[in-house]
């Protein structure tokens, strides 16, 4: 019986080639999206999921609670040695402190070759190889790291340094300072993990490198490269451990500093998931499934749309098959096995469509995601099942339909709209599918509005044509600021500790004309000297710049800062004392700046204070003539060389920088307009399924009609304004559901669009425009058929 069902869908098949090539086409890349959606979001949700006790894994995070609550995945380097020994709630605790863009160089090789690490380097003590699953290879597990100057390297790392040499006992110096002798070797990290240090520290060199964070006592500052993660014993929950934290606070801080320094435990889990901590929206990841699920159903909706269509066409067959003794149930799955062979066929094209889209993905995403069919027990499983789902879901109701035609009507050819599902069903299909391109349409114009707003937005600073180099050794930038300055093309230049707009700033406490207490409110510090106003175009609002010095005597504010003091003019803080930090830094307040953005557009203004400290410059920015670039950039790496040969030249221009604030938002700008033309051809294939069904049905109508001296245009219009209507439909019902996911995405930016009218016009009028051109086609060719041989049979 089954051989019989697979040889007659054969012939269905091959008999109605442009019905299954259509069918086969639109199920593939519904099924070939889904599949790299379901990879895409499978490899997000494994994060760090392959360690021992995942579960009992945290990091402990700071939060500050003054005006606001702010968070920070670095905490004082302290807080790991007093939650072990002071809490005792853990198995194992461990410090690792991080520094990114380190140069490693060989000081016992004959050659000078060196590296610049981007992920950098990690001072971790031995517990954290407790703690995380990460196989040691060579060496000894019980004494590694250990000791003073020695270094676990992944085998990645160790063979791109040594070749085939063996690793063990081989030096590498790190930052041109401090000498370290491999004593272990580490089995390559997976893609799927947040920590990606490669190379691990002695944590006692700590102080080599920062004597500040290896102090004991450093419970004042917090880098975001310093981080504990803890172990904890069984039965001990993440509630009671940052209940008993409360007393490290009040241990530690004075009794003021302790009702604002908070200490959390942050599950391993979430890590990937924490946008506030650097991590990843899930919110995105949910986006990407429902968008799959939409478009999976645009493609059911697709088959059901074109087989109804073509029931007509079966009636005879299937009053035949009935006549001589076929049941309802076998004509059932009949259908359901011509819908299975072209499932399958549809699922083949789609497994080779998402192996050759899958490279871009990874791309986009900077990922290592794979997708094999024969090797990921999960993938195989989902693509099975969306098989399945799809032959069912697409073949229930056009073999329901079919099969149940009443043989004699069938056999004389009455078979009604009515009983092939008539217009009304295919009309909600079709609004279905119009919807949810109209909402792919709204958000994709959304997104691309709001990228294109914070690109195009005045920043309060010039960021174009100003390239950032780092400077390794801050006491040699005024020599290397000297040389940059004679480079033809350069028409300014600033020594300072980074750009107006970073991801790395330094926030720190301020009190303001020698008031009694700090003002509840922190305050972000920006080193520089004199020039950075005019290299970066900063406007003052009031009063002047201050002088060139090596230390701070007079600074800057911003306009935020004013406004934190409820003051009504600039003017106001002129020559007033200014304390940071905790006494750190005094000064006089000589000049008001306006305001700039100095993060996101997603985060808040900061009140701001710009002071000069020579101490602080590791960063060199360079506003260049336009023509002049390459030039100059060149003309940079030879000077650089010849100052610090013994490190690696590397430069950054200030709006790619800036760009990278916005990576996400970019990677799901591409991702809906690459589902959304996606959305769209599946629904172009269904109109075509629709109008095809109406012009076969309406094949005597026009024909009579033409006879009777109606136009071209006039019978174009027939089908037009059924397909006017329904897009019409599908717009009102997907404006609403567009607007409400698109303002909870605009709720994340401090600054953005605002969602006029416009954005919805413009999403009608694309549908409009593609289904003009879909419908045109095949009404056209209904409306300038002959006459004669559409009435011919009556």
Not at 162 to 187: A, C, E, M, W, Y
Not at 582 to 592: D, F, M, R, S
């Amino acid at each position: 019986m089954i051989r019989n069902y697979i040889k007659i869908a054969w012939r269905n098949i091959k008999r109605n080639k442009a019905f299954a090539l259509i069918n086969v086409f639109g199920l593939s890349l519904g099924i070939a999206c889904a599949l790299l959606i379901f990879a895409l979001v499978t490899y997000h949700l494994s994060f760090d999921n392959f360690h021992r006790n995942p579960d009992r894994i945290y990091r402990l995070v700071t939060e500050w609670h003054d005006e606001t609550i702010d968070r920070s995945s670095g905490v004082p380097s302290p807080l790991g040695n007093a939650f072990r020994e002071d809490l005792k709630l853990d198995e194992f605790t461990a410090r690792i402190i991080n520094y990114r863009n380190a140069v490693v160089s060989f000081p016992e090789s004959g050659d000078k070759k060196k590296f610049m690490e981007e992920t950098g380097i990690a001072y971790a003590e031995p517990s954290f190889f407790s703690i995380f699953n990460y196989p040691l290879l060579k060496g000894n597990a019980n004494t590694v790291l250990k000791n003073p100057n020695e270094a676990l390297l992944t085998e990645k790392i160790a063979k791109k340094y040594f070749g085939s040499k063996d690793p063990l006992g081989q030096t590498i110096r790190i930052d041109n300072k401090i000498n370290f002798v491999v004593k272990g070797i580490l089995k390559d990290l997976p893609n799927n993990t947040d920590l990606r240090q490669e190379i691990f520290l002695s944590y006692d060199n700590l102080k080599d490198q920062n004597p500040f964070i290896a102090k004991a006592d450093s419970w004042g500052g917090v880098y975001s490269g310093s981080e504990v993660y803890t172990l904890l014993k069984p039965g001990v929950t993440q509630a009671a451990a940052e209940q008993a934290l409360r007393s490290t606070s009040k241990k530690y801080y004075s009794e003021k500093e302790a009702k604002s320094w908070y200490f959390k435990l942050q599950p391993l889990s979430d890590i990937h998931f924490n946008p506030d901590l650097g991590g990843l929206d899930k919110k995105y990841l949910w986006a990407l499934l429902i968008i799959g699920a939409f478009l999976l159903a645009t493609a059911c909706i697709n088959f059901i749309n074109l087989a109804t269509a073509q029931a007509l066409n079966r009636s005879k067959e299937i009053g035949i098959r009935k006549v001589l003794g076929s049941q309802r149930k076998q004509l059932f799955w009949q259908f359901i096995t011509e819908t299975a062979i072209i499932t399958c066929f549809a699922g083949v094209l789609a497994y080779g469509i998402a192996k050759i889209s899958l490279p871009g993905i990874n791309q986009l995403f900077q990922s290592e995601i794979a997708l094999n069919l024969f090797s990921q027990l999960s993938l195989t499983v989902f693509f099975i099942s969306v098989l399945l789902s799809v032959i069912f879901l697409s073949g229930s109701y056009p073999g329901l339909v079919l099969s149940g035609f009443r043989p004699i009507q069938a056999l004389r050819s009455k078979i009604t709209q009515k009983e092939v599902g008539g217009f009304s069903l295919r009309r909600t299909l079709v609004i279905g599918q119009f919807a949810i391109s109209q909402m792919l349409i709204i958000g994709m114009i959304i997104i691309s509005n709001q990228i294109r707003y914070v690109r195009n937005s005045d920043l309060g600073f010039d960021k174009e044509a100003i390239v950032n180099i780092d400077i390794p050794q801050s006491e040699k930038g005024k020599l290397l600021r000297d040389r940059f300055a004679n480079v033809k093309g350069v028409k300014n230049i600033s020594l300072n500790y980074k750009a107006p707009a970073s991801n790395s700033n330094n926030t720190t406490s301020v009190r303001y004309d020698n008031r009694a207490e700090d003002e509840r409110w922190s305050i972000n510090e920006k080193f520089a000297d004199d020039q950075y106003l005019p290299t970066f175009n900063l406007k003052l609002v009031a009063g002047r710049n201050f002088f060139p010095a090596d230390t701070t005597r007079e600074l800057l504010v911003n306009e935020t800062f004013v406004k934190k003091l409820n003051l009504k003019s600039p003017d106001e803080v002129l020559g007033k004392n200014l304390n940071v930090g905790g006494g750190a830094v005094k000064g006089t307040i000589v000049g008001v700046v306006k305001d700039f953005y100095n993060y996101s557009f997603r985060i808040e203004k900061d009140a701001i204070c710009i002071m000069p400290d020579t101490g602080q410059y590791f960063n060199c920015s360079i506003k260049l003539d336009g023509p002049q670039i390459q030039s100059s950039l060149a003309s940079f790496e030879k000077i650089w060389n010849e100052t610090f040969p013994d490190y690696v030249y590397s430069h950054q221009f200030l709006d790619d920088s800036i760009a990278r604030f916005y990576e996400m938002d970019t990677i799901m700008l591409r991702l809906v307009q690459g589902f959304g033309l996606v959305a769209i051809l599946i629904g172009c294939l269904g109109l075509y399924g629709l109008i095809s069904f109406m012009a076969f049905h309406k094949t005597k109508e026009i024909g009579v009609r033409k006879v009777l001296g109606a136009s071209v245009s006039h019978i174009v219009w027939i089908f037009g304004k059924e397909f006017t209507r329904l897009l019409l439909v599908a717009f009102v019902i997907a404006v609403p559901i567009a607007w409400w996911s698109m303002t909870h995405y605009l709720r994340d930016f401090s600054y953005h669009i605002n969602i006029g009218w416009e954005i919805f016009a413009l999403a009608v009028g694309v549908t409009f425009m593609i289904a003009t051109i879909t419908v045109g086609y095949r009404s056209v060719k209904a409306a300038t058929a002959n006459p004669v041989k559409s009435l011919r049979s009556e």
